[in-house]
C-alpha cells in the first residue's frame, strides 16, 4: 500500500522538481512526472496550480476525459503525397517559455487516450511533429477506484512512467490558507472545532459531501450571501448542496451559536467590551473572527492593541491559536504581520501570560518572540 502524502509534503516535493528543472533543462527527459492520486476535492490541482504562480511559471491543464485520441496526437490532414498533422494549439512552442502541464482524471479516461499519451509523457514528443520545451514540468492527475469518482485505473505501461503521490487532506494547513485567503471566519471557525467534518467520504458521494473543495465553496457562499442578503432557509439549502445535510446542520447549529457573540470587530477597536466566551465552539468562533478583522479596513493600529488586550483574557490554547493564525502560521513569526504584532508594547504581557503555550507550537529549536 502507497505510504500517504500531505498536500504540504506534495508542495515541497513538486517545488523541488521543478525548480531543478528550471536550473538545468537538460534534466527534463530525466525528471519523472509526478501522478497525484487522491479523492474528489482534496486539492490535487490547486496544489501544481500554487506552486507555478509561486515560481513565476504557466500552467496548462489538460482535462483528459474531455479529450479524444486525436486531441493529442492531432488532426490528419491529407495532401497529394502526404498527410500533415495539425497540433492543438494549446501545446507550449516557445522554446524559453516554463511551466507544468497537467494530464488531469487522467485515471478517468480509457486506454485508447492513455495510449495517446505515453509518447508525450515518456519521451516528451509527438514524434517528429513536436517537442515539449524543456522548461516544462510534466504531471498527471486522477482519482482511485474507491472514491466513487469516475476511475478506469492505468495501464501498466502508463503507471511504469509516473512517481506516484497519494494524497491525504490536512485540515491545518488548509486553515491557514483559509485564514490568509480571508475566507468566512464561521466555517473556519467551525472546522477547528469539528475537525472530523473537514472531509467524510461515508455519505452519498452522489451528492454534496465535505472536502476541502466544497468547505472553500461554503465559506465563498457565507461572504457573498451576507453581500447580496440571501436568506437564511436558502442559504442553508446551498450549504446543505455543498456538503450534505449532516455537516450543513451542524454547521448551522454552530452559527447560530456564535452569532449570540458580542462584535468581535468592535471589540478589536474598543466599541463593544471585552466578552470571552465559556463555550468551546464560541470560543473557536471568536478567535476566527479576530483573525479576520484583524488585518482588514483602517486603524491597524487600534486593531492590534485590541488584538492582544483580548487575547490576554482568553485561555493560553485559545490565545496562541489566535495568534498563529493571526501572522499566518509557524513561518509568519518573522514577516511584516508578525513583527507588528510582537513589538508591540503589549505584547511583553502577553508573552508573560502565554508565552509558554506559545513555544510548545514552535518548530523544534525556534525561539518564541521576546
Not at 501544481?48 to 486531441?71: H, K, N, T, W, Y
Not at 485508447?112 to 499519451?117: D, G, N, P
Request: hydrophobic letters at 45%; one cysteine or more; aromatic letters at 8%.
Amino acid at each position: 500500500m502507497t505510504t500517504p502524502v500531505s498536500l504540504q509534503q506534495t508542495h515541497e516535493i513538486l517545488t523541488h522538481q521543478v525548480r531543478a528543472q528550471l536550473a538545468d533543462p537538460g534534466l527534463a527527459s530525466s525528471l519523472p512526472p509526478l501522478l497525484l492520486w487522491g479523492p474528489p476535492g482534496v486539492g490535487k490541482s490547486a496544489i501544481i496550480q500554487q506552486v507555478c504562480a509561486e515560481q513565476g511559471i504557466d500552467f496548462i491543464d489538460v482535462r483528459l476525459s474531455q479529450r479524444e485520441p486525436v486531441d493529442l496526437r492531432g488532426l490528419p490532414v491529407p495532401r497529394e503525397d502526404r498527410v500533415d498533422w495539425l497540433l492543438s494549439s494549446e501545446w507550449p512552442r516557445d522554446p524559453d517559455s516554463a511551466g507544468i502541464l497537467l494530464f488531469d482524471e487522467l485515471t478517468a479516461v480509457d486506454r485508447s487516450l492513455q495510449v495517446a499519451a505515453y509518447e508525450l509523457l515518456l519521451d516528451r514528443c509527438l514524434g517528429e511533429l513536436y517537442q515539449v520545451p524543456d522548461g516544462w514540468y510534466l504531471c498527471g492527475a486522477g482519482n482511485r477506484e474507491e472514491d466513487g469518482a469516475a476511475a478506469l485505473g492505468l495501464s501498466s505501461a502508463l503507471a511504469n512512467r509516473f512517481c506516484h503521490l497519494e494524497i491525504t487532506p490536512e485540515l491545518a494547513p488548509w486553515l491557514r490558507w483559509a485564514t490568509a485567503q480571508g475566507l468566512h471566519p464561521d466555517v473556519i471557525a467551525f472546522l477547528r472545532y469539528r475537525p472530523d467534518s473537514f472531509f467524510d467520504a461515508s455519505g452519498d458521494r452522489q451528492r454534496g459531501w465535505p472536502t476541502p473543495r466544497s468547505w472553500t465553496r461554503v465559506a465563498q457562499q457565507l461572504t457573498l450571501a451576507e453581500r447580496t442578503g440571501m436568506g437564511e432557509t436558502a442559504l442553508a439549502r446551498v450549504v446543505e448542496g455543498l456538503v450534505g445535510p449532516g455537516a450543513a446542520v451542524e454547521l448551522n447549529g454552530f452559527r447560530e451559536w456564535s452569532g449570540q457573540l458580542a462584535d468581535a470587530e468592535a471589540m478589536l477597536l474598543g466599541r463593544a467590551p471585552v466578552q470571552i466566551p465559556e463555550r468551546a465552539d464560541q470560543g473557536y468562533a471568536l478567535c476566527a473572527a479576530l483573525v479576520y478583522h484583524l488585518w482588514r479596513g483602517e486603524e491597524r493600529a487600534q486593531r492590534i492593541e485590541g488584538f492582544l488586550r483580548i487575547s490576554l483574557a482568553l485561555p493560553s490554547d485559545f490565545a496562541t491559536m489566535a495568534l498563529i493564525d493571526a501572522v499566518g502560521g509557524e513561518v509568519g513569526l518573522t514577516t511584516e504581520r508578525g513583527q507588528a504584532i510582537f513589538g508591540h508594547p503589549l505584547f511583553a504581557q502577553w508573552s508573560e501570560v502565554h508565552g509558554a503555550a506559545l513555544a510548545q507550537h514552535l518548530p523544534t529549536g525556534a525561539q518564541a518572540p521576546a
